[in-house]
């Protein structure tokens, strides 16, 4: 009888521990989608395009910074958290731009309910999300040379 209520007592910590890599996985595949659209705001802010940026850069790094805080929550850490973001954006590299369009949407989605989810931690996102948003904002503007690519 103990031993099977030890078995019984392990199943649920190992569903958890299922659903919470199946989280991480989906968490580095978005992470890493959504910082593609964040670096091509990144650019254009660069390019001169800074106040009209501003709300999309804010609102996909709150977004991929949701994601990112709940995986950490659920106890992801690095350097396996930044480990899996590269890969998902090695895999990621060389997909064709309606794969990526349709993954950013997905994602969008699924990071805004993370968001919605998160209690008092959205204060903690906005944070830090409006300080990353300003650090991209300071960047200096890009040679002319680069910013016609």
Avoid at 26 to 51: I, N, P
Avoid at 122 to 136: G, I, Q, S, T
Wanted: hydrophobic share 45%; proline share 5%; aromatic share 8%.
């Amino acid at each position: 009888m103990p031993a099977l209520l030890g078995a019984l007592a392990a199943t649920p910590a190992r569903a958890d521990d299922a659903a919470d890599e199946a989280f991480y996985q989906r968490a580095s595949q978005c992470a890493a989608a959504l910082q593609v659209d964040q670096y091509a705001l990144v650019a254009r802010a660069r390019a001169g395009e800074k106040d009209a940026v501003r709300p999309a850069l804010f609102e996909i790094t709150k977004l991929g910074f949701a994601y990112v805080g709940e995986a950490y929550l659920k106890g992801l850490r690095d350097p396996r958290g930044s480990n899996m973001l590269k890969a998902a954006m090695a895999e990621q590299k060389d997909w064709p731009a309606a794969r990526h369009k349709a993954l950013v949407a997905e994602c969008r989605v699924e990071a805004q309910k993370v968001y919605d989810d998160s209690g008092m931690w959205k204060m903690l996102v906005d944070n830090k999300a409006r300080k990353r948003v300003d650090r991209f904002l300071s960047m200096p503007p890009l040679p002319a040379s680069a910013a016609s690519r």
